[in-house]
C-alpha cells in the first residue's frame, strides 16, 4: 500500500524531461519520490523471483534416539520467507499421512495423525529466513520412516523428502527359570527397550545354537520392543545357557549367562522319585513297578512320537497345498513390463522395462496425467479387466518395498492411503523384517524366512490378490472378498534409501 501511494504521489509531481535545446516542462523529483520509484522497482522484480523456490533437506536419514526430541531440516532456496506459504509435512505410505499443516499464517491441524497430537512444532521466526524444518518432541519408534516437507505458494510448489532413522539399544537379558516342563528346564528370556526388532539366540557353553520356542514380541508405550524367547535344556557337563540379543542394524549385542545346579535336573524327573518310594516299600514290587514305569515311559515316549509325526504331517501337508495353489497359478504367468509414462521423475528405467532403480538425478519427464507425482511409483503396462494373471519380482535382500496392484482411477498426484478402499492391494516390508499386508486396518505378517522372490497372483472374477514366496513355494497372504470394477495394474515401489533395484522375473514353471 505505501509503495502504491508513493507511486502515486510521484505520478503527480513529475513533469516532463527537459533536454538542452528544447522548450517546455522540465523533470523535478524529490529525494523521497526517487525512493519510491526504487521500491517499486524492487517488489516489482521481488514478485518475479519469489514465482520459483526449491526445498532442500538432508541427503542422508536423521538418526534420532527413542524418547528425545529431533529436528527434521527443511529449507527454502533462496531463503525467502514462507510465513504466506503453505507447509505441510506428512508420512510417506502411510494410512492417514498428515503430521504437520500450516497454512493462512498458522497451524491447521485438525485432521492431524492421533500420535502426533502436541508432538510437532514449527519455528514462527525460522519461517521468515524460508526454514520450514519440523521438531517432534518425545519420539517414538512408531515415527520411524519417510517423511515429506511440501511447501506451496499461489504459483509454485515443491517438495523434499527425509528418512526418520530411530534407534534404541535395549536392556541386558533376563533369564528366568520356569522350572520341570517337557523333560528339561524351561528358561525364559527377556529384554526391554529396543528399535528396530532385536534377535534373540539361546546358546550353550560351547557357542551352539539351541532350539527354541518362538519369540514373542511386545510393545511399550513408546513403541520400543520387549522380545522374549523361551527353550528346554537338558543336562550338560557345565549346565551354563546364555541367552543373546543381538541388533544387526545398531551393532549391538547384550547378553546373559545363567548356570543351572545338576540337583535340579535330578528333581526334574518325578519318576525316579517314585521309582526310590517304591523300591523301598517292597523288593518284592521293584520288578513289577520297574515294568510299569518302564512300559509308562514307553508309552510316553511313543505319544510322543505320534504327536511329533502328526504336527510333521500337518505341516507338509500345509507345504504341498501352498505348492500346488502356487504352480496352478503359474499357469497364469504374463509378461509384464514397466511403463515409463507412470514412472515417478526419481525412477530410472532399464532399456527393457523389466528394471526399476532410483535414478542420481530428479529425471526431465513431462508431467502426464499418469504420471506418479508424490510416490515414487511406477505401474505395468499391461492393464487387464478379467480373468487371471501371475508374475513374479526379484526383491532380493531390500530392507523396503510395496508390490501388488491398484485400480486405474489410482490418485496419480497426490498422497492416498494404503488400503483397498483406495484402490490398492499390496504387501510390503519396512525396516527389514516388518512384512505388512495393507488392509484397513493393515495386518502384520511374521515370516519365518525372508523371501527372496515374490509371486503375484490375482484373480480378477474371484476379487482375490495372493502373495508367494516363490523359493520356499509358499503361500504369504490372500486378499479375498472383493468385487473388481476397474481395469487393475501392476504397482511397484522401491523403498525408503534403498538403491537396490527391482526386476521383474521370468516365471520358471514346472508342471
Not at 507511486?7 to 523533470?27: A, D, K, N, W
Not at 492421533?114 to 518425545?138: A, V
Not at 525372508?450 to 497372483?457: D, H, I, M, S, T
Not at 503361500?475 to 473388481?484: D, L, N, Q, R, V
Request: proline share 5%.
Amino acid at each position: 500500500m505505501i509503495i502504491a501511494l508513493c507511486f502515486t504521489v510521484t505520478l503527480r509531481h513529475i513533469q516532463f524531461c527537459r533536454s538542452p535545446g528544447m522548450t517546455g516542462p522540465v523533470m523535478n523529483i524529490s529525494v523521497s519520490e526517487c525512493l519510491c520509484l526504487i521500491l517499486l522497482l524492487l517488489q516489482q522484480t521481488t514478485v518475479s523471483t519469489l514465482e520459483r523456490f526449491e526445498v532442500l533437506g538432508p541427503a542422508q536419514p536423521v538418526v534420532a534416539v527413542a524418547g528425545e526430541d529431533v529436528v527434521l531440516p527443511c529449507y527454502l532456496k533462496p531463503n525467502i520467507s514462507a510465513v504466506d506459504l503453505r507447509i505441510e509435512w506428512f508420512r510417506v505410505h502411510t494410512e492417514d499421512p498428515l503430521v504437520h499443516l500450516y497454512r493462512d499464517h498458522e497451524d491447521r491441524n485438525e485432521n492431524q495423525l492421533p500420535s502426533y497430537r502436541g508432538r510437532t512444532l514449527l519455528f514462527p521466526e525460522e519461517l521468515k529466513k524460508g526454514n520450514t524444518s519440523l521438531k517432534l518432541f518425545e519420539i517414538k519408534g512408531s515415527d520411524n520412516g519417510r517423511y515429506k516437507c511440501f511447501v506451496q505458494s499461489d504459483e509454485w510448489f515443491e517438495e523434499s523428502s527425509i528418512y526418520l532413522n530411530i534407534q534404541a539399544v535395549g536392556t541386558h537379558p533376563v533369564i528366568s527359570n520356569e522350572g520341570y516342563k517337557e523333560g528339561g528346564i524351561s528358561l525364559v528370556c527377556e529384554s526391554k527397550g529396543w528399535y528396530p526388532q532385536p534377535q534373540v539366540l539361546w546358546m550353550d557353553s560351547e557357542g551352539h545354537n539351541l532350539t527354541a520356542g518362538p519369540t514373542e514380541t511386545e510393545r511399550d508405550s513408546m513403541d520400543l520392543f520387549t522380545v522374549r524367547q523361551r527353550v528346554i535344556v537338558q543336562e550338560t557337563e557345565t549346565n551354563r545357557f546364555t541367552c543373546r540379543v543381538q541388533q544387526q542394524q545398531l551393532n549391538e549385542i547384550k547378553e546373559t549367562k545363567s548356570n543351572i545346579p545338576g540337583e535340579m535336573f535330578h528333581r526334574a524327573h518325578p519318576w525316579k522319585v517314585t521309582f526310590a518310594v517304591i523300591f523301598s516299600l517292597s523288593a518284592v514290587g521293584i520288578i513289577g513297578c520297574t515294568v510299569l514305569i518302564h512300559r509308562f515311559v514307553k508309552l510316553r515316549k511313543k505319544r510322543a512320537q505320534l504327536q511329533e509325526q502328526y504336527a510333521q504331517f500337518k505341516e507338509q501337508q500345509e507345504l504341498i497345498n501352498s505348492e500346488l495353489k502356487l504352480l496352478k497359478a503359474q499357469r497364469y504367468a504374463v509378461d509384464v513390463t514397466l511403463d515409463p509414462d507412470t514412472a515417478h521423475p526419481e525412477l530410472v528405467l532399464s532399456e527393457d522395462r523389466k528394471q526399476v532403480r532410483y535414478g542420481d538425478t530428479r529425471q526431465n519427464h513431462p508431467d502426464k496425467p499418469e504420471r506418479f507425482k508424490y510416490w515414487e511409483s511406477v505401474l505395468g503396462k499391461e492393464g487387464f479387466s478379467s480373468g487371471r494373471r501371475y508374475w513374479e519380482v526379484e526383491v532380493g535382500d531390500k530392507t523396503d518395498w510395496t508390490l501388488g496392484v491398484v485400480r486405474e482411477s489410482i490418485n496419480r498426484k497426490g498422497y492416498f492411503p494404503l488400503n483397498p478402499s483406495s484402490g490398492l492391494w499390496v504387501l510390503s516390508l519396512s525396516s527389514g523384517n516388518d512384512y505388512k499386508a495393507f488392509t484397513d486396518p493393515s495386518v502384520s505378517l511374521p515370516l519365518s524366512v525372508k523371501p527372496q522372490k515374490l509371486g503375484v497372483f490375482v484373480d480378477y472374477e474371484e476379487g482375490q490378490v495372493s502373495f508367494y514366496s516363490v523359493e520356499d513355494k509358499s503361500h504369504i497372504y490372500t486378499f479375498t472378498g472383493y468385487k473388481f470394477t476397474e481395469k487393475l495394474y501392476p504397482y511397484f515401489w522401491l523403498g525408503f534409501w534403498n538403491s537396490a533395484p527391482l526386476t521383474i522375473s521370468p516365471v520358471v514353471y514346472t508342471d
